[in-house]
């Protein structure tokens, strides 16, 4: 007999499964916070003030900040088996492919064991050493596999500075430095989305924190997620011209195809995000020749607003659509856009391993069984 109980939520929209006190998302008038702050009171802070007030709930003091930049600066280095990993990839390996198999080769098995037994502090300190990791690998993975040689970190300089040093070979510009702090802080923490749970959902099983960052990885590499910025930069470099946009909107949604980095699933009016990353954008857009498509992509956003208001729908762009335009400004091929985002939801992803750690549950979510009742196999005649 068929069950008469309710089909539950398609991909759980709306389904509370925790408690968190780590970010709050007001989808209905478009605002985000991060322990209670605005994101837009955030994004020009220090960029390891907002990562010691996602792990640890509070403003960081300078002892505090000075701590997590300790730990940030020393841990930067690969491990062995992740230089040797990096060293026999196949060279059209993705940078999300990669980090997924690296990220678990950057800590020892002692610090596998047994996650939840060890204090909160050494959870931590695993979970900033397996960050620190991050933008190290990356850059070297974005020189390698194009047959230049990997750059040791530098621990005096600001993790984000070091990484566009061991990208590109040289010392970057401070207003570089400041646009990708900022770009980083946007992207750092969201909720229960897609990768966090995934995250959550292996953490609560006490893997390691190196498999459940790795699990979320895998998520994030989805276009559905993380990948969006890509598609978004590529889109407006296949319209080529702000006087394209029109006929290129008109024509995709005609064929009911979406537009990848429009529209969010919390957001109903406008991602607080994406106007804090416009803006930024377009101040830097001029002095690196990407005007043009900074210009289409805002049409294509303006232009396909208008479309969805006549339905009587308020869709604009999200975090991921301009995202792209602020990397490739700063030296970043497409296909690394997605590994930047982990460079900065790293720390959200840990923050929640950490809340889930601190008060432990295995999840293990039920399904309504709709398939056929019990059945007998015919014997054979």
């Known amino acids: 007999m068929e069950?008469?109980?309710?089909?539950?939520?398609?991909?759980?929209?709306?389904?509370?499964?925790?408690?968190?006190?780590?970010?709050?998302?007001?989808?209905?008038?478009?605002?985000?916070r991060y322990r209670g702050y605005a994101i837009e009171s955030l994004a020009m802070r220090p960029f390891l003030e907002v990562v010691g007030l996602v792990i640890d709930?509070?403003?960081?003091?300078?002892?505090?900040i000075k701590q997590v930049e300790g730990f940030l600066s020393t841990e930067r280095a690969m491990t062995p088996a992740q230089a040797a990993l990096l060293?026999?990839?196949?060279?059209?390996?993705?940078?999300?492919?990669?980090?997924?198999?690296?990220?678990?080769?950057?800590?020892?098995?002692?610090?596998?064991?047994?996650?939840?037994?060890?204090s909160r502090a050494d959870q931590r300190q695993v979970?900033?050493?397996l960050a620190a990791k991050v933008p190290t690998l990356v850059a070297a993975w974005l020189r390698i596999r194009v047959g230049l040689s990997a750059i040791d970190p530098d621990p005096a300089l600001p993790i984000h500075a070091d990484f566009l040093r061991m990208l590109t070979g040289k010392r970057p510009m401070a207003e570089e430095v400041a646009l990708l702090d900022a770009t980083q802080i946007l992207q750092m923490e969201h909720g229960l989305n897609a990768s966090t749970f995934a995250a959550r959902v292996v953490a609560s099983t006490l893997a390691p924190m190196s498999m459940a960052l790795s699990a979320a990885v895998a998520a994030l590499f989805g276009p559905l997620h993380g990948g969006a910025d890509e598609a978004a930069y590529k889109m407006a470099l296949a319209i080529g011209d702000p006087d394209g946009v029109p006929a290129w909107v008109d024509a995709t949604l005609a064929r009911k195809e979406k537009i990848m980095g429009l529209g969010h699933r919390e957001y109903r009016v406008v991602d607080p995000r994406a106007v804090v990353l416009r803006e930024l954008a377009h101040r830097v857009a001029a002095a690196k020749g990407l005007l043009p498509v900074l210009r289409t992509l805002s049409r294509v956003d303006d232009y396909?607003?208008?479309?969805?208001?006549?339905?009587?729908?308020?869709?604009?762009?999200?975090?991921?659509?301009?995202?792209?335009?602020?990397?490739a400004s700063l030296g970043l091929?497409?296909?690394?856009?997605?590994?930047?985002?982990?460079?900065?939801?790293?720390?959200g992803w840990g923050a929640h391993i950490l809340e889930l750690w601190d008060d432990h549950a295995l999840y293990r979510p039920s399904a309504i069984y709709r398939g056929e009742?019990?059945?007998?196999?015919?014997?054979a005649t």
Do not use: C, W
């Open 333 to 347: 091929p497409p296909d690394a856009f997605t590994a930047l985002f982990v460079m900065a939801r790293i720390y």
């Open 127 to 129: 979970l900033l050493a």
């Open 87 to 118: 060293s026999v990839l196949p060279r059209d390996t993705h940078p999300m492919t990669m980090l997924e198999v690296a990220l678990p080769l950057g800590d020892s098995a002692e610090q596998k064991r047994a996650p939840v037994n060890r």
């Open 3 to 32: 069950s008469a109980v309710a089909d539950p939520p398609r991909g759980l929209a709306g389904v509370a499964v925790t408690i968190t006190r780590i970010s709050e998302i007001d989808g209905a008038r478009g605002e985000l």
């Open 373 to 379: 009742p019990l059945r007998e196999i015919a014997q």
């Open 57 to 64: 709930g509070e403003l960081p003091d300078d002892r505090s």
């Open 304 to 327: 396909a607003a208008e479309h969805f208001a006549k339905e009587g729908k308020a869709i604009r762009a999200n975090v991921e659509f301009y995202k792209g335009a602020v990397f």
